[in-house]
């Protein structure tokens, strides 16, 4: 499944809850060749509605956290959520909608083969290392994703 096929059936699932209350399905964004790939937990109202992850607050200062390692958006990076629909009231997903859109955010990593992933928070960390996470514990360590470089920090939201 290449780009085109895997953001329609993105648009297309209904594997979960989540799909009832979204206005759109949330894929990502960014350079498909990236050797950076961020992942956060799921997209919040704004995101929703414009679908492209981390486009308010916390979009916001994870583009200043970008520039201050000399990255932007896009160039050399991508963006993507655990989920890819909208929690209601911009809750923290649920392990079973975690579970239901992993292919997906699976797919996106292969296709990317990122040198580096960086898990933004505790609901992308423990979707990505598949156990449960405890952030300060698991930041500034060097975890292992079938073979590529992991990291773990607080979501910008934080």
């Given at each position: 499944?290449?780009?085109d096929?895997?953001?329609?059936?993105?648009?297309?699932?209904?594997?979960?809850?989540?799909?009832?209350?979204?206005?759109?399905?949330?894929?990502?964004?960014?350079?498909?060749?990236?050797?950076?790939?961020?992942?956060?937990?799921?997209?919040?109202a704004?995101?929703?509605?414009?679908?492209?992850?981390?486009?308010?607050?916390?979009?916001?200062?994870?583009?200043?956290m970008?520039?201050?390692?000399?990255?932007?958006?896009?160039?050399?990076?991508?963006?993507?959520?655990?989920?890819?629909c909208r929690?209601?009231?911009?809750?923290?997903?649920?392990?079973?909608?975690?579970?239901?859109?992993?292919?997906?955010?699976?797919?996106?990593?292969?296709?990317?083969?990122?040198?580096?992933?960086?898990?933004?928070?505790?609901?992308?960390?423990?979707?990505?290392?598949?156990?449960?996470?405890?952030?300060?514990?698991?930041?500034?360590?060097?975890?292992?994703?079938?073979?590529?470089?992991?990291?773990?920090?607080?979501?910008?939201?934080?």
């Amino acid at each position: 499944m290449g780009w085109d096929e895997l953001r329609q059936a993105v648009a297309d699932c209904t594997a979960c809850e989540l799909c009832k209350t979204r206005k759109q399905a949330v894929l990502g964004v960014g350079d498909t060749e990236a050797d950076w790939l961020f992942v956060g937990e799921g997209p919040g109202a704004e995101e929703d509605a414009r679908g492209e992850p981390f486009v308010g607050q916390a979009g916001k200062l994870l583009d200043a956290m970008l520039a201050a390692i000399d990255l932007q958006r896009g160039d050399n990076v991508y963006i993507a959520n655990a989920v890819k629909c909208r929690p209601p009231d911009n809750r923290t997903p649920e392990p079973e909608e975690t579970a239901a859109c992993w292919p997906f955010l699976a797919r996106q990593i292969a296709l990317l083969q990122p040198k580096l992933i960086v898990a933004l928070g505790k609901p992308a960390a423990q979707t990505l290392l598949q156990q449960e996470v405890k952030i300060a514990a698991a930041r500034g360590k060097l975890h292992d994703f079938a073979g590529t470089s992991l990291i773990v920090t607080y979501h910008p939201a934080y």
